[in-house]
């Protein structure tokens, strides 16, 4: 590497390579697209990384009918905007039998999250998913290869994963068995903001502070984003001034109380954050330490 | 801005590699809140009661934790006020060699941990060898555990003689030696009070202040990812810099063809520039259209080879051993290449680094072998051109990633590259066709829909790039066998042989189709045992006796019911049941192509 080259460089010249490998020898990739800014980052390297010509794949939104509906507008936009290809998945068998988050818990998770992503991508055939997992969110994520190879029912085995050697990556596979691809497994939630502070990428404004309508429960702030909101007996949302760390199906996303209105400020309070940013997702704390790995053995992303 | 350095932690179990870090990261403050808190909760739950085991930072798998050593490579992030690190924390266990190694791969600094109490092991010298075949060229041995031996100077300089002797063995670039307590915390991120005589940086200061020297590679050089053709107006070879520099203006040469154009215009990403670098994922038109593709390197200021042999040394990874001629699909830089290895020339003792004799390589262990490719490919020897010298090997049929390995020199035809000892045997011959070779032993009655179900599976395998065979009685009996009759002793011979004509087969590499009635358990058992358990599918195509004669398609049925056929099976000659067939299927109830399917579907599990 050059000296000209910073680590952000370093970090942007791995993730686009990693992306125009997969183009050139997977059958029929698809970008998974979560509109958090880690999935802002990963559309911005794929629109860098085959410019002039648009991505060459289409772009997957999981959809478990629980976003911020913030979310759902800046996703539209951006897809008009960039006039690339966003399909919606949603599984619409959970959605029939009334699956929701206040009474399924973990259940609800693996029918609207895991189950709908396996449904989707075996509807469209896929064979690479691009994913815009980090190793430095979890301990068994820390263990992932950049290119995760799944059997044909998505299972991931630990045990046995590839050796990836240097930049040589294995895309070989059989029929029904697809890879995971994470581009950006090298980069940390500080380098994700200060990429978006350099390139000036769009984000969904949650990220930012702002008056909002939310409930404390366990040590979280939890948003009243619509009435289907179920409120516990004497909760009263409350307006406050929150951002969200990390961005999901609103009522499992836990806000922090914050005045960070502009991306510097947001940079500062990350920097100097004393916790890792999955607490603030509620869905990690089932299961101790090992939850990650479990869902993932069972096809989670 | 702050530049990146990817360092590896690796050395024998127990030397202390996974508590180092995670000491480090402790002690620097790099660590949140809650992993702090889930490190303190895990360390009262496991087996050091209560004390601060700074390795279940890093032990993310529940195997890892249930037994308590590394099995994977495990990627941390931190960020100090003068630098940003990777650190990859690999295993020490030998059967996890393989691991170490993809740590070793990525990073520019190797830190080998050496148990100051038990001196250099083989697991050290093995470490340290892979660490320089896979292209580190800095090194610091942390000499751990200097508290179980009071912190003793004198034992501390010898140890650091061996190492140097070792450095010299290996040829290893840059050393550096520091004492240290990964537990205690001695020299980890603060200099020690307890070793006054050392008068080195501690183990991070050392790692922030180190220069990681710049790519020194000759000349230019980008292997093309893709052709990016938006529209007909724009043609760009993308790819990235692996080294150099070139600008607009300047001419550059394509291989393999060697074609010359001069660069038209560059972007970096999507911004358009004048040069492009080192490091850099470009986009590079020319100013004429020449032949590129995928796989071709394009070139300035340097020569590379375009050849088919090379010589290369292999770390073999896959627990399936190596032997010669076995054939893999070679990756080096964007080329994918169908490659045989020709000869095994020696294996290096990763111990002595001794050349041994062999004849076949072992899942960890490191051999010289020649390479042929199945066409011209470009490359370069790994000490010119790194990323145009490493490739890896992938098993045709399991597609497990079976070696890396880098190039040491090109070979040529008049090199004498022969086969030497080898034999073709069954398992080269079937990796050629990428397939498992077995045998689908069709049993049935007459009439059961046998031979049209064989003719329809055997079509499907072709169409998923089988080589096949199918025998049946038209082509056997009327051949091969034209001198048996229909006795219960010919019946017998006429199988037997068949199992051996299979077998033959099989071993040429090919998947076998056989269409017999086979109505005995003997018979049936017999070929079996010929062909071997592992390659024998049986196939019972359980059509209904009924059925059968209502079908009754050569009039054999009515014949045989006339008493003009003796000993037909099913009239007048049992049809034995198979007990456990591997695939069953009454063709009455699917149309023939259906049935295949069914079949196919159900070989999965054996193909």
């Known amino acids: 590497m050059s000296n000209a080259m910073n680590y952000l460089d370093v970090l942007e010249s791995e993730a686009i390579y990693i992306m125009r490998e997969v183009v050139s020898e997977c059958e029929k990739p698809v970008m998974l697209y979560s509109i958090g800014k880690d999935s802002s980052v990963m559309l911005h390297l794929a629109l860098k990384a085959f410019y002039p010509e648009k991505p060459p794949f289409p772009f997957l939104h999981v959809n478990t009918t629980w976003k911020f509906r913030e979310m759902i507008e800046f996703r539209d936009k951006r897809a008009h905007d960039l006039g690339i290809e966003m399909l919606e998945y949603i599984?619409?068998?959970?959605?029939?039998?009334?699956?929701?988050?206040?009474d399924h818990g973990a259940a609800y998770t693996d029918i609207m999250k895991t189950q709908a992503l396996k449904q989707a991508l075996d509807k469209y055939g896929f064979t690479a998913a691009f994913g815009g997992g980090r190793r430095d969110e979890e301990k068994s994520r820390a263990k992932e290869r950049i290119f995760s190879f799944r059997d044909s029912s998505h299972g991931w085995d630990p045990k046995s994963q590839r050796p990836e050697m240097w930049k040589c990556y294995n895309t070989e596979i059989k029929k029904g068995e697809s890879t995971r691809v994470f581009p950006i497994s090298n980069w940390t939630e500080n380098d994700i903001w200060q990429y978006i502070r350099r390139e000036n990428i769009p984000i969904v404004p949650l990220y930012f502070a702002a008056m909002r309508p939310v409930v404390e429960r366990e040590g979280n702030l939890i948003m009243v984003d619509d009435d289907r909101m179920r409120l516990l007996p004497g909760e009263k949302p409350q307006m406050k001034m929150v951002r969200f760390r990390t961005l999901g199906c609103y009522p499992l996303s836990g806000g922090v109380e914050s005045n960070a209105t502009t991306i510097d400020q947001v940079i500062e309070e990350t920097l100097s954050a004393t916790e890792s940013e999955r607490t603030s997702r509620v869905i990690d704390k089932d299961g101790g330490a090992s939850s990650m790995e479990k869902r993932k053995r069972e096809g989670y992303f | 801005?702050?530049?990146?350095?990817?360092?590896?932690?690796?050395?024998?179990?127990?030397?202390?590699?996974?508590?180092?870090?995670?000491?480090?990261?402790?002690?620097?403050?790099?660590?949140?809140?809650?992993?702090?808190?889930?490190?303190?909760?895990?360390?009262?739950?496991?087996?050091?009661?209560?004390?601060?085991?700074?390795s279940l930072l890093l032990d993310g798998l529940m195997a890892e934790r249930e037994q308590g050593i590394t099995i994977d490579v495990a990627y941390r992030y931190f960020t100090t006020d003068k630098r940003s690190f990777i650190v990859a924390d690999t295993p020490g266990h030998e059967e996890y060699t393989r691991n170490m190694a993809v740590g070793a791969s990525f990073a520019d600094l190797a830190v080998i941990l050496v148990d100051a109490s038990l001196g250099i092991l083989v697991q050290t010298r093995r470490h340290a060898r892979i660490c320089a075949l896979m292209g580190i060229r800095h090194f610091v041995f942390a000499i751990n555990k200097m508290d179980l031996i009071n912190y003793d100077k004198e034992k501390f300089l010898c140890l650091e003689k061996d190492i140097r002797k070792l450095s010299v063995e290996l040829n290893l670039e840059k050393v550096k030696?520091?004492?240290?307590?990964?537990?205690?915390?001695?020299?980890?991120?603060?200099?020690?009070?307890?070793?006054?005589?050392?008068?080195?940086?501690?183990?991070?200061?050392?790692?922030?202040n180190i220069d990681i020297e710049t790519n020194d590679e000759v000349g230019f050089v980008m292997p093309v990812q893709r052709v990016c053709r938006p529209d007909r107006t724009f043609r760009g070879y993308q790819g990235e810099v692996e080294s150099g520099i070139v600008s607009v203006g300047e001419e550059i040469t394509v291989l393999p063809s060697g074609e010359k154009a001069l660069v038209r215009a560059l972007l970096n990403g999507d911004s358009k520039v004048d040069t492009i670098i080192s490091?850099?994922?470009?986009?590079?038109?020319?100013?004429?259209?020449?032949?590129?593709?995928?796989?071709?390197?394009?070139?300035?200021?340097?020569?590379?080879?375009?050849?088919?042999?090379?010589?290369?040394?292999?770390?073999?990874?896959?627990d399936k051993k190596l032997v010669e001629g076995r054939n893999f699909l070679l990756k080096l830089a964007t080329q994918r290449v169908p490659a045989t290895i020709m000869k095994i020339k020696y294996k290096v003792d990763v111990n002595s680094g001794n050349h041994v004799p062999a004849r076949s390589i072992f899942k960890n262990e490191i051999a010289v072998c020649d390479i042929a490719l199945a066409k011209k490919t470009v490359f370069d020897k790994f000490a010119s051109h790194r990323v145009m010298g490493e490739f890896i090997m992938i098993d045709r049929i399991s597609n497990m990633t079976s070696a890396c390995g880098v190039i040491d020199h090109s070979l040529r035809r008049s090199d004498n590259l022969t086969w030497q000892k080898t034999d073709l045997d069954r398992e080269i011959r079937s990796a050629k066709m990428n397939q498992k070779p077995m045998t689908l032993w069709f049993t049935g009655l007459s009439g059961a829909g046998k031979s049209s179900l064989a003719n329809a599976v055997e079509k499907i395998l072709s169409v998923r790039g089988n080589y096949t065979m199918l025998l049946d009685g038209d082509n056997v009996r009327l051949g091969l066998n034209k001198n048996l009759g229909f006795e219960e002793d010919d019946r017998a011979e006429n199988?037997?042989?068949?199992?051996?004509?299979?077998?033959?087969?099989?071993?040429?590499?090919?998947?076998?189709?056989?269409?017999?009635?086979?109505?005995?358990?003997?018979?049936?058992?017999?070929?079996k045992e010929i062909i071997g358990e592992e390659s024998f599918v049986e196939i019972y195509v359980s059509t209904p006796l009924e059925e059968c004669e209502k079908r009754d398609v050569k009039g054999l049925y009515k014949k045989?019911?006339?008493?003009?056929?003796?000993?037909?099976?099913?009239?007048?000659?049992?049809?034995?049941?198979?007990?456990?067939?591997?695939?069953?299927?009454?063709?009455?109830?699917?149309a023939i192509e259906e049935a295949a399917e069914y079949v196919v579907k159900e070989l999965e599990r054996y193909l």
């Open chain 2, 177 to 208: 030696c520091i004492p240290v307590s990964a537990t205690e915390g001695d020299n980890v991120t603060e200099k020690s009070e307890n070793m006054p005589w050392y008068d080195g940086e501690s183990l991070l200061n050392y790692l922030e």
């Open chain 2, 1 to 54: 801005m702050k530049s990146l350095l990817k360092f590896i932690t690796c050395g024998s179990v127990d030397d202390g590699k996974s508590t180092l870090i995670g000491h480090m990261l402790y002690d620097a403050k790099l660590l949140f809140a809650d992993q702090e808190q889930a490190l303190k909760l895990d360390s009262k739950i496991g087996s050091r009661n209560g004390a601060i085991d700074y």
């Open chain 2, 495 to 527: 199988i037997r042989r068949i199992a051996e004509v299979a077998k033959l087969m099989n071993d040429a590499g090919l998947i076998v189709l056989t269409s017999f009635i086979s109505p005995y358990k003997s018979d049936r058992r017999n070929a």
């Open chain 2, 279 to 318: 490091g850099m994922p470009v986009t590079m038109q020319l100013d004429r259209e020449i032949d590129i593709s995928r796989g071709c390197v394009v070139v300035k200021g340097t020569e590379l080879h375009v050849s088919s042999m090379f010589t290369a040394t292999l770390l073999w990874m896959d």
């Open chain 2, 560 to 590: 045989a019911r006339k008493g003009d056929i003796p000993n037909f099976t099913g009239i007048n000659s049992p049809y034995e049941l198979p007990e456990n067939p591997d695939i069953a299927i009454d063709t009455n109830n699917f």
């Open chain 1, 91 to 102: 599984n619409e068998d959970g959605v029939r039998q009334g699956i929701n988050p206040f």
